[in-house]
């Protein structure tokens, strides 16, 4: 009696610990996902000042032609493309999900693992697989590109 209390408490802590896992590692993917997105409308609006600082600086305040400033325009165009992206992928991706007939994510993969094609394993590797910067690897690439064509 006293060894299944063990398991039991062994399982719970597994799956405690897996379960605080899970939350830490979609907390570092939604902080990555968003700092990248941030980073990547900074850059963009950085690039249009760059190109056309008149203009750019023309497009922050409205006027009578332009009742709304460009970078209202493109934070609200932002938006609503997030807003597709995530319900066309989520709906896309729950369809697939209720498609399958799986109940949860193990029995998700097991299906979709035995629905796809497998991958080969590449063991030994059959090329280079560590250089010594990009120059070498440049050159293995055309290296090979010139075997292939032979």
């Known amino acids: 009696m006293a060894a299944e209390n063990v398991t039991i408490s062994d399982n719970k802590k597994i799956s405690d610990e897996d379960r ?19 980073i990547g409308f900074g850059a963009t609006l950085a690039s249009a000042k760059r190109q056309d600082p ?17 970078a209202s325009l493109a934070l609200r165009a932002l938006g609503w493309g997030t807003l597709y992206a995530f319900a066309g992928c989520g709906v896309l991706f729950y369809g697939i999900w209720k498609l399958s007939g799986a109940k949860n994510l193990q029995e998700f993969r097991y299906k979709m693992g035995s629905a796809l094609p497998v991958i ?19 050159d293995y690439l055309q290296h090979q590109k010139g075997v292939k064509d032979k």
């Open 120 to 138: 080969p394993r590449n063991n030994p590797p059959q090329g280079r697989t560590e250089f010594s910067g990009l120059n070498d690897l440049l």
């Open 54 to 70: 008149k203009h750019f600086g023309i497009g922050m305040t409205p006027t009578r032609e332009l009742s709304e400033t460009g």
């Open 20 to 38: 605080q896992f899970k939350v830490k590692a979609a907390i570092f993917l939604s902080g990555v996902s968003g700092i990248s997105a941030i």
